[in-house]
């Protein structure tokens, strides 16, 4: 490869990654590691069927998070169906773009009967997270036996059965708009028995919602190429 034609791809391509970690620092909404406080996360339970809840332990915030850092963690309990929710404050929207939403968690659930889900309100309704771009859904709720409520957990994709560890998550929410508000809700479930061990059965640190850097494809590209003309004309 001509040492000018190198130098010029390598330029264009640092500047287009310059520009894309602008556009992303520029465009993050919302980011809360938890170090200082609990962020404003608000954590309660919704069970309209179990009768017994002096067993249910609701999200708590402590040094469960990655590396033993702050963060919030959920235990599972016997005597549900039974979900425990963990929810953001309200996040407004400055800009109309795409947006992503990514975290840091580790989970440790009963596949096909305990689970989490991410829940995401655009505008006060909300809807369940699907479109995953990095370490989405492995499991589904089965729905053999009804927990018996409407809006419950049945047949839903979840995080489960164990991650092995933290791993990092990034959904894409798509396109919000100006003066949107949206709100995260962490959904972990449980049914009637079995809690699998060890607990916590989900910890969440690290949260950010931020407009996907449109230049990562071209950056992407152009390093691509630089590689193939220079094993080429070696």
Known sequence: MNSTYRIFVCLAASLLCFASIAKLEAGTIHSEDFEADDGGYIAFVLNPLAKDMTEVAPWTYGATGLGGSN??????????????LL?????????????????????????????????VAVNDVFTQVTSWLQNGYNDVMQDGDDWGYAGDMNNLPTFAPNSGGFVHSVADLGTLNAGDTIEIRFRGGWDWGFIQEPQPNWAIDNVSVSVIPEPT????????LLGLLGFRRK
């Open 87 to 119: 929810r953001s404050p309200k996040i407004e929207v400055d800009a109309t773009d795409q947006y992503i939403l990514e975290f840091d968690h580790s989970y440790n659930f009963e596949p096909q009967w305990d689970g989490g889900v991410v829940m």
């Open 71 to 84: 963060g919030w963690s959920v235990d599972g309990a016997g005597g549900g169906p039974f979900e425990q």
């Open 217 to 224: 494809t071209a950056i992407l590209g152009l390093l691509s």
